[in-house]
């Protein structure tokens, strides 16, 4: 079944039920469906075939939740790039993906590199509104891309993962049961809608269950407590960063918030025990966290009904096998014994079909019998619990953003004035981790101030070295290779 059939279950169930609330908008799943199809005629007209890429570049609003279910209905790959990158990072996503048209807005059009002819919602919109609200959707084969996410690779440069209706649809219908998702819930949905936590996890548990959902442009720390106390939520999707933010609540807001809620979850970086501890005791909800990854959507989950064990990801999720392996062999087969770290790895049909155009980097990531290799290392409990142990790379999380230091040491090497780059990540309260930079001079013209200019105008902010530190020579192996742990300690704050 393609996800168009699937969710024709909610808007054909749930048509006159309240779907979405944005700002001061609110729409019926039959609203939806309407404007939806008034999107995909529109696609048509524009002579989008099934297999072409549609880039979206906008923040959370109400079109860019039509467009995806108008990509869903013609066969269009919906392919969402980071509010927060700039042009070089857009650039590579639009030469890679070579995308029929890029959607975006006015405002972030600024970013959009010279090279490309945006397409604005705001002149989309008059034409949107003449397209007739039918449409036949496509009979696609559930095993037909529907999303094209790019997530960093360990090469530095971001790598796009294809996930087809089938990816998405398993995960949904997994999440539904197991999270006991239901059409009463409402869902305060402030997660950006360009990664797979709030496009794979949200959007579709909402567009399979019928529930209701309050969309937020974005997660703002000033406003969210209102919006809870507003809106009166039964669940909650968030990256640990937001669950810091809301420990901020005076404890009656916070039993206020929870008196409502049904279920707070956390994913997409580590949640620290202790957080969790301190949340239980504001709100009164021990906060159920998962473990997924933009090529697999969700593995990985703590039970609704058993236990929330803190510091664990939990338990495989039904159709998901996990086997965890010695990370330092080779051919990735042999399993470690209980209690021993090992690289996660996994099957289902959750899992992704491949890394876009990269045949060998999708090679490289399954092992011979089908099995994807996360790079994620974990350690399983006696009663089945995982516990996640960091990357097999050094990737930092900052707020839930995956950082590659090859990335940001690559962009400024580019820079006249450094000769040598090393960018580690290091404990940070609120975002988990934050990159910080050791940097090795070409001259005496070294400005500390305009390489953090220069930064802060060519990379998403989340990747900006919050120190940049001036070292006289990197410590390397005879490989080349930097030795990270002889590089001086830092701490940020
Ligand atoms: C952050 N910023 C945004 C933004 N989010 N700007 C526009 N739109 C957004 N959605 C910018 C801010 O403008 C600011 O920029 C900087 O980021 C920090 O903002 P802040 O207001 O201080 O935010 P904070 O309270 O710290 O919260 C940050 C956050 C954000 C939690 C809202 O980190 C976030 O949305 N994270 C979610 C990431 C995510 O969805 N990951 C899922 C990946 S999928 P400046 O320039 O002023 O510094 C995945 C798989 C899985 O990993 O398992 O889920």
Not at 55 to 74: R, S
Not at 365 to 384: H, M, Q, W
Not at 400 to 422: H, K, M, S, T, W
Request: with cysteine.
């Amino acid at each position: 079944m393609n996800l168009s059939e699937l969710f024709d279950l909610t808007f054909k169930g749930c048509a006159g039920r309240t779907a979405l609330e944005f700002q001061s908008s609110s729409f019926t799943f039959r609203d939806l469906e309407a404007r939806s199809n008034r999107w995909a005629n529109e696609l048509r007209k524009k002579r989008f075939e099934p297999g072409d890429r549609l880039a979206v570049y906008l923040p959370n609003c109400v079109p860019l939740i039509e467009a995806f279910l108008a990509c869903v209905k013609t066969g269009v790959i919906f392919t969402p790039i980071n509010v927060l990158y700039r042009a070089r990072e857009i650039s590579h996503i639009l030469t890679d993906a070579e995308p029929r048209t890029l959607l975006t807005n006015r405002e972030m059009s600024a970013h959009v590199p010279d090279t490309t002819a945006p397409w604005l919602i705001e002149e989309a919109a008059a034409d949107v509104e003449r397209q007739a609200t039918e449409f036949a959707a496509l009979a696609l084969e559930g095993d037909a891309p529907a999303g094209l996410v790019y997530t960093s690779g360990t090469t530095g440069r971001s790598k796009g993962a294809v996930l087809t209706h089938d990816n998405f649809s398993a995960n949904a219908t997994v999440l539904n049961t197991c999270w006991r998702m239901s059409p009463d819930d409402r869902m305060l949905l402030g997660l950006p809608l360009f990664h797979v936590h709030g496009l794979g996890n949200a959007v579709h548990t909402w567009l399979t269950t019928g529930y209701r959902v309050r969309l937020l442009e974005r997660f703002r720390k000033e406003t969210i407590f209102d919006e809870f106390l507003d809106f009166q939520p039964t669940v909650f999707f968030g990256v640990p960063t937001m669950y810091e933010r809301l420990l901020s609540a005076s404890p009656d807001m916070a039993r206020a918030i929870g008196s409502r809620m049904r279920l707070f979850v956390s994913g997409s970086a580590p949640l620290p025990a202790a957080k969790l501890e301190r949340f239980r005791e504001l709100y009164g909800h021990t906060i159920l966290e998962r473990y997924g990854m933009s090529e697999t959507l969700m593995n990985i989950s703590n039970p609704y009904a058993g236990e929330r064990r803190p510091g664990s990801v939990g338990k495989p999720l039904p159709g998901i096998s996990i086997r965890l392996v010695d990370p330092s062999a080779a051919d990735a087969t042999q399993e470690v014994g209980e209690g021993e770290t090992g690289e996660l790895l996994i099957k289902g049909a959750n899992v992704f079909s491949g890394y876009w155009r990269q045949p060998e980097a999708t090679r490289d990531a399954f092992t011979p019998d089908g099995y994807l290799r996360s790079g994620d290392l974990a350690v399983r409990s006696s009663d089945g619990y995982y516990t996640l142990q960091g990357r097999k790379t050094e990737l930092i999380l900052c707020g839930g953003f995956n950082v590659y230091p090859r990335e940001i040491e690559e962009f400024l090497c580019e820079q006249p004035a450094v000769a040598d780059a090393a960018v580690v990540g290091i404990a940070d309260n609120v975002k988990g981790q934050v990159p910080i930079a050791y940097v090795v001079s070409a001259g005496e013209a070294f400005d500390e101030e305009s390489l953090r200019d220069c930064c802060r105008e060519h990379l998403a902010s989340f990747k900006l070295p919050r120190k940049i530190i001036r070292v006289d020579a990197l410590p390397r192996n005879a490989l080349g290779k930097v030795q990270r742990h002889l590089l001086p300690s830092e701490e940020y704050g």
